[in-house]
């Protein structure tokens, strides 16, 4: 990717997915190809991260941000929905998208 602050968000959501594996998936997308996406989701900058749950976004988030405060903010939404829905088995994904090529694997699933 040739975004500076999406390669910086690279490692540290790699980090987030290991910490919530079981809770949260992290998909990548790339935001120079996937224009039906990006306009779906209203992506408008780059780095932008969208918290989903049952392929419905509650969060959206732009910019690079310290561990500290992306894990805050998602930990922040999914114990608000859990709250809600009392379903602990539901996964949740936050979808990252940066702009260029990605070497992670990409989802068309949302």
């Given amino acids: 990717t040739w975004c500076p602050p999406c390669r910086l968000l690279g490692p540290i959501l790699a980090d987030v997915a290991a910490e919530r594996a079981g809770r949260l998936r992290v998909v990548k ?12 989701f209203r992506v ?5 991260m969208i918290l989903f749950r049952r392929g419905e ?12 405060r992306l894990l805050a903010e998602v930990d922040a939404a999914l114990d608000g929905q859990a709250a809600r829905h009392r379903d602990t088995g539901s996964c949740s994904s936050v979808t990252h998208w940066s702009r260029g090529p990605s070497q992670s694997r990409y989802s068309s699933r949302l």
């Avoid at 408008?44 to 932008?48: C, K, R, S, V």
């Avoid at 976004?57 to 500290?68: C, E, I, Q």
């Fill in 57 to 68: 976004p509650l969060r959206s988030m732009v910019g690079a941000m310290p561990k500290a």
């Fill in 29 to 40: 997308v790339d935001g120079d190809t996937a224009f039906g996406l990006t306009e779906r």
């Fill in 44 to 48: 408008l900058g780059f780095p932008t």
